[in-house]
Each structure stands twice: as C-alpha cells, then as structure tokens.
C-alpha cells in the first residue's frame, strides 16, 4: 500500500490581519476631526460678520430707499384740533425718510399745543405716520388775568369757543378766589396749586356721580380745611360741603334742597361741614353778621 504521506498545509505568512478598508471609504483620522471641528467653530464667528456687516449697511440703504419717504400723516383722536395744526404743529414735511424720524421729538413738538394732552405715533412703513391724539376737555373756567378754560389737570386752555364745541362743552362753573398763582399765563401752562387741584378733582367726581345736579352750580371757591364753596344758580345760594364723599354729599344736599326752601323763605347759605348736621342761614341773618363784621373793623 502506498505509504499515506501527511498532507503540507500551506505555509502561513505572519498573523492573520483585518480586511483592509478601501481607500475611498477609510474613516476620518485624528487629523480630518480636527479639521471639521475648526470649520464648524468658524461658521458662527462668519455668521456674525456677515450680520454685523448687513447691519451696517441696511440704515444706509433705508435712509436712501424711494420705498420710505412720507407722503402723509393718519391722524386719529380729533375733535377740536384741525389735521392741519396737527401737521404743522409736527415739524414733519412730505418727503422725508420715515425710518429716520425722531418720533420722540416729534411728540414733544406735538405737546406745546395746548389742547393735545396725549400723543402716540406708530410708524406705518413704506409711507405713512400714524399719529393718535388725546385731546384735553374744558372742566371748567378760571378768572386770572383773564378768563380761561382749565382741564382736570390744571392746565388753562384758551377761552375761545371752538368749531366743534357745544353749549353743553361751555356750560361750566367758574372757579374763583384760588390764590398762589403767578400772573402772566398762557393756554398749556399747568396752574394747579394743591387747593385748586383739590377743588377740581372734586368736580370732575361731582359730574361722574350727578351730571344733572351739577348743572345748578354756577361757582366753585375755595375754604379752608379742604372744604369748597358752592354758588348755586338762580338766588345764589352759598353751599359748604367738604370735598371728601362727593357722593354721599351731593344726595345729602339734594335731599335737602327739597326741604330748605319750604322751612326757609329767604336761605342765603347752607352749611354740611359738621358732622351729622346742616346748618342752614337766612339772608337778614347774614346781612347783620356782615354789618357787624364791618362796624367791628371800623
């Protein structure tokens, strides 16, 4: 028999090594990482320049842009002033770019006008300027140098009727013998000392709570005390109420006024000031108390 002679397996070259990965699919080295993560930190900086870039250049390229230069103004909130004071009053002209006016300035220019109590402005690109107005309203007049209209926060206003105001507009008090305030005013100028301030803000409550009482109140004078002197239309009679609870004061005075003229011929003044009580005065009483008043100054 043949001698069976061992089979020679072929001759092994070194360890067995992994399959080589093509070089068109090899993963990134060290090297390639560091590379993609320095681009990746260079966009935000690129990022940045370009903004910072565009956003020196955009003002430039507005402020010369045919897109927004101002061809008119929308006003809103108008009932005595004319659209053309308000446009003259702004110091704006047609033409001008919108995005580079000072809405700031031009609302301070807007508040010299005496009748302009508020002013809001909105830019409405390409072409327009909203402006919203919040006129004063008289409350009521004030003698000073001369008559004027005055507003619930003590500004005068001018003593002319306008336009569109009403008899109802003019039907007011006059507010008389507040000292403390210097001569030589004019419409916009603040004139509220604490006393006229209080007496107003009295008023101004007095009409919330009884528009339709009020009409019989011709004159409001300051007392001491915080208290206001009332002159009524008609005989002239003389209220003093205190200016605290205008509501519960006014429906003490009504439900009086029903009373005082059946239990009193001739009243020359009703007084609310203590508590709990009126005290009403006829006009012979009064006329010999000023009488006395004046011998004993004699």
Known sequence: ????????????????QPMAVPREGKAPGRSSKRALLQGLCLVPVLLAGVLIWGGSKLPGIFATSP??????LEVKGLRLLHGQEILAASGLSEGQNLLLVDLDQVAGRLQTLPWVRKVYLERRP???????????????????????????????????????ETRADLDLPLFSGFEGIDGNKAPGDRVATPAL????????????QDAEFCLNISEVQPLSGGNVRLLLVGDGLEV???????????GALKNLMQRIYKEFPEPAYLDLRFAGQAVV?????????EKGGEHGAG
């Open 1 to 16: 028999m043949p001698s069976r002679r061992r089979r020679e397996l072929p001759e092994r070259r070194g360890r067995r």
């Open 67 to 72: 897109e927004f230069r101002l061809q008119a």
């Open 126 to 164: 390409p072409d327009r300027l909203r402006v919203q107005v919040v006129e004063r309203r008289r409350l009521a007049w004030i003698c000073l140098d001369q008559l004027y209209g005055i507003d619930e926060d003590g500004v005068l206003l001018p003593a002319e009727k306008e336009a569109a």
């Open 197 to 208: 301030q209080q007496a107003l803000t009295w008023w101004r409550q007095a009409r919330e």
């Open 240 to 250: 003093r109420v205190p200016v605290d609870r205008v509501g519960e004061r006014l």
């Open 281 to 289: 005065g006829g006009k012979a009483a009064q006329q010999r108390a």
